[in-house]
């Protein structure tokens, strides 16, 4: 049996990760997300978004996976493949054990050039607590170092999209966890599931768009829901 895993931020909020307005200094409150998030906010104040990914790499850091991530791994004792496809840009699935993990919106603990595209092994600071504004360190062509994410107001990068495609369409079941599914493109990988006939299991705290159509939905936290599922999903398949 083959398993495919669609996560979103609410798998990595189980880990104690806090959302841009849950900083308890308040230093970011006043600027919208949109600001430190977007490739016009980093092309009016590269300093201000340099300095949020920063600290956000910072919490990242402090926080460790939690039983939904190492369920997951843990699959692959289990079922022939299993393969994560996540919106998050932390690294929580590869720290909690898993093997093929494909982002799809980047990840924040790598860098490339904003001008020439060339990935750089930079080395944050190690900051006891936020900074407001740091200028990002500069590449040999002059370029500045940026987070090799995906802002709003930039496409997804071909190749970590395209195997997550190859992924659902290979899948015998997709995990959907702790996803709004209203982000699109990403959220057309369940419905493609679905078109496709896959059995599709979605693991929530609300619903969304997609809990009606989904084959099951399950409301209760990743870490309630996924520990010991590899061996249910083969009555759900067959």
């Given at each position: 049996m083959r398993v495919a895993v669609f996560?979103?931020?609410?798998?990595?909020?189980?880990?104690?990760?806090?959302?841009?307005?849950d900083d308890e200094k308040g230093l970011w409150s006043q600027y919208d997300p949109y600001e430190v998030s977007s490739i016009d906010g980093w092309n009016r104040q590269p300093e201000l978004v340099w300095g949020w990914y920063t600290w956000r790499c910072q919490l990242a850091r402090r926080y460790e996976p939690n039983l939904g991530h190492r369920a997951i791994a843990d699959w692959e004792n289990h079922v022939d493949d299993v393969t994560v496809i996540t919106q998050n840009v932390d690294n929580l699935h590869e720290r909690g054990g898993s093997s093929a993990v494909h982002h799809l919106h980047g990840r924040m603990f790598t860098f490339r050039c904003s001008d020439c595209e060339q990935p750089h092994d930079t080395q944050l600071p190690d900051l006891p607590e936020p900074v407001l504004e740091i200028m990002p360190p500069s590449c040999e062509c002059g370029g500045l170092i940026r987070p090799d994410v995906v802002w709003f107001g930039e496409q997804l990068p071909d190749e970590p999209w395209n195997a997550a495609v190859e992924a659902v369409d290979a899948a015998d079941v997709l995990i959907v966890v702790g996803t709004s599914g209203v982000v699109?493109?990403?959220?057309?990988?369940?419905?493609?599931?679905l078109e496709l006939g896959k059995t599709v299991v979605q693991v929530n705290l609300e619903p969304t768009p997609l809990s009606e159509r989904a084959t099951v939905f399950l409301q209760t936290s990743a870490s309630a829901a996924l520990p010991g599922m590899a061996q249910r999903l083969r009555f759900l398949v067959d």
């Open positions: 996560s979103g931020a609410g798998i990595s909020a189980e880990s104690g990760i806090p959302t841009f307005r699109y493109p990403a959220a057309s990988l369940p419905e493609r599931a």
